[in-house]
Structure formats: C-alpha cells, structure tokens
C-alpha cells in the first residue's frame, strides 16, 4: 500500500463550483498535514496547514483531517479560473528526532473553467 | 513576503559531469531540506539540514549527492557524475524555528542530463 494515495485527476469544474480534494494515507506517524498548490514549472505553494484531526478554514479554502479514517481533504468555494493548478497534500510526522520530511501525494490537476 | 530563491532555474549537463544546485533559504529559518520531482511523478525527499549537519537522508540520497551550508545564506546540493535518471526538477525548502513548522518551497531548477 502506497503511503500516500491521491486521485491525480484530472478534474474539470465550471466557475463557481465546490471543489473537493482529498488524500488517504497508511502512516499513522503523520501528524502534520499541509495542502500545496502548484503552478506549471513553480514550486509548491503552501495554501493550508494543519495539525492532528480537525478542521482549519482560510478564506474560500477548508481543510479538513480524519486521523481515524487517515483521510484528508481540501475544500475550495466558489472556485476560480486562477485556482486552475495542481493541488498536492502532503503529510509529515515525529519520530523524536528531527524526521519532519514531507511525504507527497501525486498531485490532483484541477482546472476551473470560466 | 520572505521567499526561498533557487539558481539556476534551468541546468543542462552533460552525462557524467558534476552539478552544483543553488538555494538561498528564508533568512530566519534553520531547517533545510532538498527535494526532487521527475516529470509525471510525486515530489519526493532528498535530504534535510539542521545545525549544519544532515539530519535525515532518503535512499535516493546515496554517495553521488552531498550538501552544505557554505556560508550564512546559501545552501546547495552537489550532484557528481550525473547520469540520465538525475533529470528532475530539485526544489529547496526551508523552515523555522520547530522544524514542524510548515514547509516553504523555492520554485526549483530544472536539471536536465544529456
């Protein structure tokens, strides 16, 4: 079973539309999870952040973690063209030492159409 | 906003040749940490970077790779004798003080052997 799973789309949804994203993972360990997206030839851009189980909200954006169901998900409202881009979750934990490596999901290819 | 740049953005080399990636890190942060993308795959973990020293390696990270911290800015990873399969994409992130602190990518250098 791979580590972290995610669904690389792609996902087409027209202006305005709920967007939902999410990731499983097997690594009980992670405790730090973190959503990126990421625009052709740039580097990742961290968009949420969050720790154990729970829910954090920025704006359009929700993040949500079910550490018992080891499943994550990203929520964006009211979704725009500029949210066009791959979204990667990524996921972290500590092993008492200094193991804070991020494990990546492959990435979803999400485009928002006008 | 505080940013992690990358030189060059771009790198051809030659098969068997030595290459020298560039990463100037946020400049309060402590914990460094090289990555790296082949084309259609997950970003994956090289390495990270604490009190000047490796804290953590991957299996890719064998004795063809190494890194410093050359001064108080800059932090590079050394690929000798590159071959084919080191064609990637090599992002740098670093992170502050707690090293759970979330992750922050520069927009990486596209490694391109030949």
């Known amino acids: 079973q791979k580590e972290v799973e995610q669904d690389p789309g792609p996902l087409s949804v027209p202006e305005g539309a709920i967007v939902s994203l999410n990731c499983t993972y097997s690594?009980?360990?992670?405790?730090?999870f973190m959503w990126y997206r990421q625009y052709s030839r740039k580097g990742p851009e961290l968009l949420m952040y969050t720790y154990s189980s729970g829910n954090k909200e920025d704006g359009r954006f929700t993040a949500q973690v079910d550490k018992s169901s080891k499943y994550i998900s990203l929520f964006i409202r009211d979704s725009q063209p500029s949210d066009s881009a791959t979204y990667l979750c990524?996921?972290?934990?500590?092993?008492?030492?200094?193991?804070?490596?991020?494990?990546f999901g492959k990435g979803t290819l999400l485009t928002v159409n006008p | 906003e505080p940013e992690v740049t990358q030189t060059p953005s771009h790198q051809v080399t030659q098969m068997g040749q030595e290459v020298i990636l560039r990463c100037v890190p946020i400049?309060?942060?402590?914990?460094f940490y090289w990555y790296r993308q082949i084309l259609g795959q997950k970003v994956e973990f090289l390495v990270s970077f604490y009190n000047n020293e490796i804290s953590e390696k991957s299996e890719i990270f064998d004795d063809q790779f190494s890194v410093e911290r050359p001064d108080g800015s800059n932090f590079t990873l050394k690929i000798r004798s590159t071959k084919l399969e080191d064609s990637a994409m090599y992002f740098c992130a670093s992170t502050g003080q707690g090293g759970n602190q979330p992750q922050h990518f520069g927009d990486g250098t596209r490694l391109s052997i030949l």
């Open positions: 990524a996921m972290s934990g500590h092993s008492g030492g200094s193991n804070y490596k991020l494990t």
């Open positions: 690594n009980s360990a992670f405790q730090y």
């Open positions: 400049s309060n942060h402590l914990y």
